[in-house]
């Protein structure tokens, strides 16, 4: 027979909560892994939470109603009733967006109006638009000024460490607007008329077959980004280069090329890649302006062309997902910054 409650040693019992307690504190200790994990995914996912309610809101003070803007003018107050049904308007502001919000937990983004098409639908193939254009910026991006960056510390005072500061502030204060519309002017006019301005994708060839339309947009988003990661990588390679186990290897006779990259470079790695994915978050963001400026028809025309339309299922469904990108390339560039670091990578969790 089972024992009876009365027969329950309350020592063990209390034992038995303290054990799992201190079990449940160490897992969520601020060192450990699985806590670090804990934290990050969880900042994520309030971060999504706060962008979608911010839209959502921002959808609601638009002036104008919403059904009548999407119809016109001279649809009968019928169809707008029933429009008006259909995206739950006459119910209020704080039911709806739990409907919506429970929708878009499972994927589920509704149905483009203006488009008569799902969400998935409309926006499918200009996912992999973006994609290309943020994958060939980041190609042209990344690489180069991770060795700018490291080449100006190793060098300083030198003629490129003066160039490369002197270009990273001019990069960084240009917009990307501005960037698009030289390049355009050098290459793709009466210049060096190698380039289209105007990036006409065709939907009849492989988007592998058009990538001398994403050169130019590419370009410019690349230039767009590049200043930060030249300076955090540079800024971070100088920090490593003073310190004292650098000047001891260098006293012990190492040649230089194993001082960088065996001892100096693996330090500052952690950095780097912390650079590079905020980089890459302010890749995304400009991916929107680049798409409108060349006519890319990516994720950010999309975005611009149903904020115009007031297609707000769009609109809500695009900026989430954008958010949710942004989000999970910063906790993946967190892990990897831990995962550079000797001390965090060996930590037990």
């Known amino acids: 027979m089972p024992p009876s409650s009365a027969s329950i040693d309350p020592v063990v019992t209390r034992q038995a909560e303290l054990s799992f307690r201190t079990r449940l504190r160490n897992w969520l200790q601020p060192r450990s892994w699985s806590g670090f994990l804990v934290r990050r995914i969880g900042a994520g996912a309030v971060t999504v939470l706060v962008i979608s309610l911010a839209v959502f809101l921002a959808t609601e003070i638009l002036p104008g109603d919403t059904a009548r803007v999407i119809l016109g003018q001279e649809a009968s107050p ?10 739950h308007l006459d119910l209020p502001a704080w039911e709806r967006y739990a409907l919506w919000l429970k929708r878009a937990v499972f994927g589920d983004f509704g149905t483009s109006l203006v488009n008569d098409m799902t969400v998935w639908d409309f926006v499918a193939h200009r996912f992999a638009v973006t994609g290309i254009l943020v994958l060939f910026a980041s190609i042209l991006a990344y690489p180069v000024a991770l060795t700018l960056g490291v080449l100006s510390a190793v060098r300083p005072g030198s003629f490129l460490d003066r160039a490369v500061a002197s270009l990273t502030v001019i990069f960084g204060a240009v917009p990307n607007v501005v960037t698009g519309m030289v390049l355009t002017l050098l290459f793709a006019t009466s210049v060096w008329a190698v380039l289209p301005a105007i990036s006409s994708i065709s939907p009849d060839k492989p988007l592998w077959d058009q990538l001398s339309l994403f050169v130019l947009p590419a370009l410019t988003l690349a230039l767009g980004v590049v200043s930060g990661v030249v300076y955090n990588a540079r800024a971070a390679m100088r920090d490593v280069m003073q310190m004292s186990y650098v000047t001891s290897a260098r006293l012990n006779g190492l040649p230089e090329s194993n001082v960088i ?9 952690p950095t780097c890649i912390q650079a590079i994915g905020v980089a890459l978050a302010d890749t995304l963001g400009g991916a929107v302006v680049v798409e409108i400026l060349f006519g890319l028809p990516g994720v950010g025309s999309a975005l611009n062309q149903s904020v115009h339309n007031r297609d707000i299922q769009v609109v809500q469904a695009l900026t989430v997902i954008i958010a949710v990108a942004v989000v999970c390339v910063f906790i993946v560039s967190d892990v990897l910054a831990r995962l550079a670091t000797p001390r965090d990578r060996t930590r037990r969790a």
């Open 261 to 269: 990259f065996l001892q100096a470079l693996p330090n500052a790695l």
């Open 78 to 87: 019928e169809r707008v009733e029933q429009l008006r049904a259909l995206l």
